[in-house]
């Protein structure tokens, strides 16, 4: 089924782990109307990795909140691992940002006093789980992105690569459907962002469905499928050849 197959009242396939449909959004600026999506429409399976791409203003970050649950479409639909949550209220879509998706940003947004393993920790309070098993999933993730052996360390005992895959290790630690990541090298230099690079196609070989927001090339180009945005619409949709 193509993005063009998909009609309102569809379910989408189960191998489809996101799935957009007709996606608008629309922002009241004062007396303006600022119209960031125009109807979006895309599919992405489970164990892909796609690089969204796009000039300022195309709609990429836009596009990367919704589907990050963290603003909700003015219209069209969006689905996540089989669930509708374009519809979903405030309590119900915070609940699917915990479980199903983990979030890189560019910035890290570590804690500065905490550990390496207590801000791994973090999304697993939230989640409820005890302090035991806190620390073994945490301890699990920062093994996973390769700081087995940094886990007492706080970020200012860091580089700056170590650091993001401290903050790769906590997007990870609930294991979520999907791994959003926002410009996450943009505050990396060449060699470190080739570094975290191969970190992402480690993940991507795991099974991990990797989504990126980047302006780059060289950074897209890792992804397996590149998705450009202009003007609110999806301009191109192109797989690199195997």
């Avoid at 998909?6 to 007396?31: E, K, N, S």
């Avoid at 699917?96 to 983990?102: S, T």
């Avoid at 099974?207 to 999806?234: S, W």
Wanted: aromatic share 4%; proline share 4%; net charge negative.
């Amino acid at each position: 089924m193509t993005p063009q197959d998909f009609r309102t009242g569809d379910t989408p396939l189960p191998d489809i782990i996101i799935l957009t449909h007709r996606l608008t959004r629309v922002y009241d600026m004062g007396a303006e109307q600022v119209h960031a999506l125009r109807g979006v429409s895309v599919q992405i399976r489970r164990n892909e990795y796609v690089a969204i791409m796009g000039p300022s203003g195309s709609g990429k970050s836009t596009l990367m909140n919704l589907i990050g649950c963290l603003d909700t479409p003015t219209a069209g639909e969006y689905w996540l691992n089989s669930q509708k949550v374009s519809e979903l209220g405030d309590d119900e879509l915070a609940h699917i940002r915990n479980k199903e998706i983990g979030f890189v940003f560019q910035t890290f947004n570590l804690l500065p006093r905490a550990t390496a393993l207590h801000n791994v920790e973090l999304p697993l309070i939230y989640a409820g789980l005890s302090a035991r098993q806190r620390r073994e999933q945490a301890a699990t993730a920062l093994e996973r992105v390769g700081l087995g052996d940094r886990m007492t360390h706080k970020p200012n005992e860091l580089s700056g690569g170590q650091r993001q895959r401290v903050a790769i290790a906590r997007a990870l630690v609930n294991n979520p459907s999907i791994l959003l990541a926002d410009e996450p090298t943009g505050n990396l230099d060449s060699a470190t962002s080739a570094e975290i690079m191969g970190l992402f196609g480690d993940l991507h070989s795991q099974g991990q469905t990797v989504l990126m927001v980047t302006h780059e090339q060289d950074i897209a180009a890792h992804a397996a499928r590149v998705v450009t945005l202009h003007d609110g619409l999806v301009a191109t949709d192109q797989r690199r050849a195997a």
